[in-house]
Every structure is written in structure tokens, then in C-alpha cells.
């Protein structure tokens, strides 16, 4: 296989699969072709829940590695992981430190500094927010971010177990939206979706929102086109 995409997914796989889902929508826009299709390798990894039980990091870095070590990662065009949190591990993943790995983060925050935006309200796991992953980097570009309350994140995080756990997706999104409707209301400007459940959720089409998951599939995807030019 040419230059494939690879995927690390799996934390969790509804959303690693919406990514797969995305790149290939995107690519559909342009070609008709089954053979011009990116192709796309997706590892969907059991990992155990080392966001909500930090006792589980090693272990989850472990099968990260030991998955790395069966894809072809130096022929890739683009590699992605399907799961903002686990950005916190690159650190520890040095078969990741590699040209075409795209970071999510970077390119969300460069993207949102396009877009002009000066103040973001984000939406994501409780140790997505304390651990600043997203604060740093946009502070960085004159970037003000906004959360919801301590009180309030347990609420997110139900929510994203929910569609991990499959819940009736009808009862998520009023929930999510009037979380995103309290940062609107503190002076956000636009919502960045800080984990990736949370854009299969989705919220109103009234309000500004920006998704990680489809930044990401944007990115991989431009970075195997630049990768024939």
C-alpha cells in the first residue's frame, strides 16, 4: 500500500470511525473514482480508559507502541491519533516523532487563528481541561479560552460516555448545547469541540462551532494529496 492515512483510533472507536467516515466524504469531493481514493489504515486499538483512570496510562502507551510497531509508519503520508487527550502521550510515543504526523492541536489552533478568532469557549474531558492541553498553545497565538465550571464538567464528561456507551444519541445534544450556549453567553466567540465524541453529538447549526475531529480529517487528508504534487 502507497502512502497510506493511518489512523490510531479506538479512544473510543465511534469516533475514530467518524474520522475515517470524514476523510473519505472529504475526499469524495474530489473524485468519483474508487482507485483515487486515499488509502487509509485503521487501527482501532483496545485501549483501556486512561482519561478517567490515570492508573492505566502505561499500559495504554504500551499498546500504543506495540501497534506502532506493526504499521507501516515511515510510508505513510499522514498519521493521525483519533483522540485529543491522548496527545498528552506524545512525549512517550517517540515512534510518532515523525514529519508526517499531524497533531490535532496544532492544527485546531492554527486553524482558529485564521479563522481570527480571539476568544474560544471549549468543550472537553475534565483532564483535557486541567491538563491545559488546549490553553497553552492558543494563549500562545493571543488566544483566550474559555471552560465551563468545575461543577459543570462531570456533565461533559457524562456526555462523552454516552456515546461511548451508545446511549439514545437524541438525549445528548440538547445537553451539549446548553453547555455550548452558556460559553456563547460569557463572550465566546466560536466552540471548539475539544474531544472527539463530542462532534458526533454535534450542537445547534446556530452556533459557531469548531470540531477537532474534522479539522484532523482535513489535515490528514491535504497532507496525502501534498504527498503526489
Known sequence: MENPIIILGGMGPQASLELHRLIISKASCHTTKPDNYPPIIHASLAIPDFIENRQEVD????IIRSSC???PLSKAASIGIACN??????DELPELAQVNFVSMIDKVVAKL???GVKKVGILASPFTIHSRLYHQPLARVGIE???VTEDELPEVASIIRGVVGGINPGLLPPRLNRLAQTLINNGAETILLG?????LV???????TLSSLDV???ALLERHQESFS
Open 216 to 218: 484532523l480529517a482535513t
Open 195 to 199: 474531544c472527539t465524541e463530542l462532534p
Open 59 to 62: 499500559k495504554a502507551i504500551g
Open 69 to 71: 510497531g506493526l504499521l
Open 113 to 115: 487563528k485564521q479563522q
Open 145 to 147: 479560552v474559555l471552560s
Open 85 to 90: 487527550t491522548a496527545h498528552l502521550l506524545l
Open 202 to 208: 454535534g450542537l445547534n447549526a446556530q452556533l459557531p
